[in-house]
């Protein structure tokens, strides 16, 4: 499939349709899995591999926050037009 195909269909998903993967991902996987991995594949020190991967899972926590605060207003019946609008991060100050 071409990148215009697979935009224009992903550009009409829900947000929570866009969510659930990463929710699973978390989900499933152990904090250290993908250190061990590293260290089984790569050969690196497993303590290493680990220290160095540890943070993995905040990524798709972020990318969760970070779609769950975007507002998408989709085309209805085709009359309308796609709108996004971010709202700000709350301030953790």
């Known amino acids: 499939m071409g990148r215009a ?3 224009a269909s992903f550009s009409q998903t829900s947000n929570e349709a866009r969510i659930e993967p990463l929710k699973r991902i ?3 996987h ?3 899995e993908p250190g061990d991995i590293i260290s089984r594949e790569m050969g690196a020190p497993l ?3 680990r220290a160095e991967q540890a943070h993995w899972r905040c990524h798709f926590e972020q990318a969760i926050k970070a779609i769950e605060n975007l507002c998408l207003r ?3 019946a085709g ?3 796609v709108v996004t609008e971010h709202r700000p991060f709350p301030d953790n100050g």
Do not use: E, H, Y
Request: charged content about 15%; aromatic content about 6%; hydrophobic content about 60%.
């Open 5 to 7: 195909v697979v935009f």
């Open 26 to 28: 978390v989900a499933i």
């Open 30 to 32: 152990r904090n250290d």
């Open 47 to 49: 303590t290493m591999a």
């Open 74 to 76: 989709l085309p209805i």
């Open 79 to 81: 009359l309308s037009k």
